[in-house]
């Protein structure tokens, strides 16, 4: 079995879900011979440190076009991946160019598509994905069909990274003439939100807080954590609605979905619609002073304890702990 | 200006759900059923569109759902689209969203006119797919920007602001185009009472497979074989004491028995 993985990359840096795939696409089949597909411009540095992962073939297609994300120059792009790799699986970050391509994918090649998977099972020649569904209220199970391309775009998380190998496979280069009609739509401009902290969706841990912290000022203490933890900083919708915090940090249902290695949840009540966006995080800690909160439900460690006293605490125990 | 909404039925965020004992769907019983959230956002943006005064000929909305999904049409009736498409047939029932995005394309290639911007939510919260925008982008062979949080119009020109990991991407596109509608482009309102009243008297079109020739051809890619309540997590351990023993435990418990520290 031939498995393309979608090698994502925006200014040069590989997408931390990247190295995930190779174990993902392992675990689907154990002698599976894994391509990897890399689009964007000027991508030698991020090919070299691809090379190091164990990939039979890796194609590259480097074009001025595919500088910024637009999807219909990358799914041409990726489609003239997919005719020289002819794989039966193609593997994408559930990310937001990943579920943003893929279905573009699908529908230019008539595959068979599953989004956010966190398990597979072959059987025979279909293979049937597990995905979160109703928020991650219940789960799955899909097949896809046997007779077609299949295509997954795998929850961040979910597989541990592989690590690097000596392996050094070439790129080869793919030339694609983009049609002038696909070339319609301009990104203009990537602007950076984090200013300078990291994103919920890229951090193996997320410190967030509720409407409990009252205010912007006192979210100061989640960030000086955060420093501490090189972790990035979450919120409840009611925390951003009150201006504590941009929406581009909200975590839930109308936010962002996270699935971080250690998800801290300060003064933050456990309202579905926020279990919606942080369920899937592998161990979930809540502060909140009050025991019946349902964060507590979904979550492996509670302090009821007040966040106030409790994050300065946190911060310089984690401190002792790294050597920070 | 021509502006297609395209929504879907699904259950109230805060609904409980419960597998049924087919093992393939879930309790329906009393289950509270509204339009889709993100799809509120697209059905505002055309009106908002309209009321700002860009020159907008018509919205509709369009759905494929079963005999109850009417109820949301009448909504974005409410709301002040103009008329509504119900595509209602057991026969294209489906989760497969690449199936049902190809019929939607079909059913929109079939009106008399073109639409110059189609909107669709990001993701239905039923299925959490995310994939039918996209998809039906790509079978009507126009651009599309997904996750959209902001957007402006003025003549055929187009600029839409989207949200991606860490960062806004700034698109622009002459129209056609279609974009999926995210939180933060705009407030859905409530339909009032008289609008409600209204709506009833506006048109509301039922497709069949039969009014869609051509629809046999497209088939499934996928099946939904089972579900299953998700995977229990292991119970709340509560760290005990004054907050400063508390701190010093939770940190070696993530240390020495969580191992994410
Ligand atoms: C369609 C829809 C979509 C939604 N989408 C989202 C979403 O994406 N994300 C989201 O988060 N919400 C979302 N919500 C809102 C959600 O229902 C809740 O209203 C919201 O999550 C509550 O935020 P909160 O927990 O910060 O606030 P509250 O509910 O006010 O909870 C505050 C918590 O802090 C605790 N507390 C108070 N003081 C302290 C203290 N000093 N120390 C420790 N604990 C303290 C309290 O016990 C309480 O549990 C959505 C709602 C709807 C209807
Ligand atoms: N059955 C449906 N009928 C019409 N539109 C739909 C349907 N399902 C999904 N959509 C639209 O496609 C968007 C994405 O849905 P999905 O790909 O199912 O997550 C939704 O927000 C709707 O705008």
């Known amino acids: ?45 991020v090919a070299a440190e691809l090379q190091k992962y164990p990939a039979a073939k890796i194609y590259g297609v480097d074009h001025a076009e595919l500088e910024l994300y637009r999807p219909q120059p990358y799914v041409q792009a990726l489609d003239a991946v997919l005719k020289q790799s002819k794989p039966h699986l193609v593997l994408l970050p559930a990310s937001f160019m990943g579920r943003d391509l893929a279905p573009r994918l699908a529908a230019r090649t008539g595959a068979a598509l599953a989004t956010d998977c966190i398990a597979f099972t072959p059987q025979g020649d279909s293979l049937i994905v597990t995905r979160p569904v109703y928020a991650g209220k219940a789960t799955a199970q899909l097949k896809l069909a046997a007779d077609r391309l299949k295509i997954c775009s795998v929850r961040p998380n979910t597989f541990a990274a592989a690590a690097p190998t000596s392996g050094n496979s070439a790129v080869e280069k793919i030339t694609v003439n983009f049609d002038a009609a696909t070339l319609r739509l301009k990104n203009n401009q990537w602007a950076s939100t984090s200013s300078g902290v990291k994103d919920v969706t890229e951090a193996d841990i997320v410190v967030s807080g509720g409407r409990s912290l009252k205010n912007a000022d006192n979210f100061k203490i989640l960030y000086e954590l955060a420093a501490v933890l090189d972790a990035a900083v979450g ?35 456990g309202a579905i619609q926020h279990l919606a966006g942080m369920r899937g995080s592998k161990c979930i800690v809540a502060i909140n002073t009050k025991k019946e909160a349902p964060i507590y439900n979904v979550a492996d460690y509670g302090c009821v304890a007040d966040l106030f006293t409790m994050a300065p605490l946190l911060k310089s125990e984690f401190q002792n702990l790294l050597g920070k | 200006m021509r502006i297609l909404t395209i929504v879907k039925q699904v259950p109230d965020s805060n609904a409980t759900i419960k597998i049924a004992a087919s093992g393939t769907a879930i309790e329906t019983a009393g289950l509270k059923l509204v339009m889709n959230p993100f799809d509120e956002f697209a059905v505002e943006q055309a009106i908002q569109l309209r009321e700002k005064g860009q020159p907008v000929e018509e919205i509709v909305a369009l759905t494929i759902g079963d ?63 995310g994939e039918i925008g996209p998809a039906l982008a790509e079978f009507l062979n126009r651009p599309h920007v997904g996750a959209v949080v902001g957007l402006e119009i003025s003549g055929k020109q187009l600029k839409a602001r989207r949200r991606v990991e860490g960062a806004e991407e700034y698109m622009e596109v002459e129209l056609p185009a279609l974009l999926t509608c995210e939180k933060g482009l705009c407030e859905p309102r409530y339909p009032s009472l008289p609008n409600l009243m209204k709506a009833k008297k506006k048109p509301l079109d039922t497709l069949k497979a039969a009014d869609l020739p051509g629809v046999e051809k497209i088939s499934r890619r996928s099946e939904l074989v089972a579900m299953q309540p998700p995977a229990a997590r292991k119970g709340c351990k509560f760290v005990e004491g004054e907050p400063a023993q508390m701190a010093k435990e939770l940190v070696r418990l993530l240390r020495e028995e969580a191992k994410v520290v």
């Open chain 1, 1 to 45: 079995m031939i498995i393309l993985i979608f090698a994502e990359q925006r200014q040069g840096h590989r997408h931390g879900a990247v190295t995930q795939l190779f174990t993902a696409a392992q675990a689907i089949s154990a002698d599976a011979e894994i391509h990897v597909a890399l689009l964007g411009h000027q991508l030698n540095p």
């Open chain 2, 67 to 129: 005999d109850k999904a009417a109820e949301i049409l009448r909504t974005a009736l409410a709301m002040g689209a103009d008329r509504a498409l119900h595509v209602c047939d057991p026969t294209l029932l489906s989760h497969d969203e690449v199936y049902l995005a190809e019929i939607l394309a079909l059913a929109i290639q079939k009106q008399p006119q073109p639409f110059d911007l189609i909107l669709t939510g990001k993701q239905a919260i039923d299925m959490d797919a």
């Open chain 1, 235 to 269: 919120a409840s919708r009611a925390a951003c609605d009150a201006g504590y915090q941009p929406h581009s940090r909200q975590v839930g249902l109308t936010g962002k979905t996270v699935t971080p290695k250690l998800y801290l949840a300060f003064g933050i009540d």
